[in-house]
């Protein structure tokens, strides 16, 4: 029942953008609170930004003033633009409910190098 697909990664120059957007079953779209999860090879997955249906939104600090995140209720699609990417931004990004999350999808690459 669960279908989150995860696309819009690659690889860009550091200071470079990105605009990744997550494609979600009507179900799990129906909860209120969507988020971007990011996880780095020997790092523990973390929330990096959500936003809630009323477009409500919360920001890790480590991209805060750098990433948006945003909603289309209709489309039932989350986005996340990444501006000024830096290679600590080197990740796979998901999206999912939070703070609980039932399923994952395949997820969607970012590097960020010269």
């Known amino acids: 029942q669960v279908q989150l697909v995860e696309s819009g990664g690659g690889l860009v120059q550091p200071g470079g953008s990105l605009r990744l957007e997550c494609a979600a079953s009507?179900?799990?779209?129906?909860?209120?609170?969507m988020g971007w999860y990011r996880q780095a090879p020997g790092k523990q997955r973390e929330l990096v930004a959500d936003?809630?249906?009323?477009?409500?939104?919360n920001y890790a600090d480590s991209v805060k003033g750098r990433f948006t995140v945003s909603r289309d209720n209709v489309k039932k699609t989350v986005y996340l633009q990444m501006n000024s990417l830096k290679p600590e931004d080197t990740a796979v990004y998901y999206c999912?409910?939070?703070?609980?999350?039932?399923?994952w999808g395949q997820g969607t690459q970012v590097t960020v190098s010269s």
């Open positions: 009507g179900s799990i779209f129906s909860i209120n609170r």
């Open positions: 999912n409910t939070v703070p609980v999350y039932i399923g």
């Open positions: 936003i809630t249906s009323g477009a409500s939104t």
